[in-house]
């Protein structure tokens, strides 16, 4: 990311990012790896996956899991530590799945909570005393907008979101004598290729505009320059806080 912020506290610093494969994550992954971070993602797109290692001349690591096998998750943390020494954990990984709640089935939601919240708790569950050993470290929660707007068709995704920012103030306190910090980032609607083959069509993307106070493009490198922030020591007394990116939408 050209004319970013560099921060030197991330130099050398393991970090492990779920859901780095594409998106969001791809640009956490790349902006890290451009701190000179030691990057440890995990997504099970093999192939975008791949592709971003092989992009990167081969400087992250990573790990081919399903996110919400629980065992998978932790043993690539303590996989990534054992190569890296973590310092860092960013809770990515996402399904905005739709889904009216009329239409939601039992297996649905506790999907949607798997990869949405679970997944994200017991990241930091494993996580937490690996940085605890270390002195310390910040774990980053990727929240939403829409926990805070409650968009339709959506209940299951707005809760886990909701669900995310609950826990970033709850593990904040748990993990505060650790001197782990924990933070939530709430994006708006970032243009990822999977939003625009989906969800960003023209005509939303206009009404967007409509309703945001900066009228441009909110992209994946934007979230990552404020996660970089975050992680840094220059964020070391901030923690429990839920930080907004959204153009001013909210």
């Known amino acids: 990311m050209q004319n970013s912020a560099r921060y030197p506290s991330l130099h050398g610093q393991g970090v492990f990012i779920t ?12 902006a890290f790896n451009e701190q000179g971070a030691r990057v440890t993602f995990a997504d099970l ?13 081969g400087a992250p690591r990573f790990a081919h899991i399903d996110l ?8 690539a943390i303590s996989d990534a530590d054992s190569a890296s020494t973590l310092a860092v954990l960013i809770n990515n990984a ?17 999907e949607c909570m798997a990869i ?11 996580c937490a005393p690996i940085l605890a050993r270390r002195g310390g470290g910040s774990i980053i929660n990727l929240s939403s907008i829409n926990a805070l707007l409650g968009p339709s068709n959506m209940p299951g995704y707005v809760s886990a979101k909701a669900g995310l920012i609950g826990m970033t103030k709850a593990l904040a306190k748990d993990y505060g ?40 493009r909110l992209m994946p490198e934007d979230v990552a320059r404020l996660a970089l922030f975050l992680a840094a020591s220059d964020a070391d007394m901030i923690t429990g806080q839920s930080f907004t990116i959204d153009g001013g939408r909210t």
Do not use: C, Y
């Open 19 to 30: 859901g780095g494969a594409t998106g969001i994550g791809a640009a956490l992954v790349r």
């Open 45 to 57: 797109n093999l192939e975008a996956g791949s592709a971003l290692v092989e992009e990167l001349g």
């Open 68 to 75: 919400t096998d629980t065992s998978a998750l932790q043993q």
């Open 94 to 110: 996402a399904n905005d799945m739709r889904h009216r709640p009329d239409e939601t089935s039992p297996q649905a939601w506790r």
């Open 116 to 126: 949405n919240l679970d997944a994200a708790f017991f990241a930091a569950q494993a």
């Open 177 to 216: 004598d650790l001197f782990v910090r924990v933070n939530a980032i709430l994006p708006g609607w970032v243009v990822t290729e999977r939003q625009l083959q989906t969800w960003l069509t023209p005509e939303e993307e206009s009404r967007w505009m409509e309703q945001v106070a900066l009228p441009k």
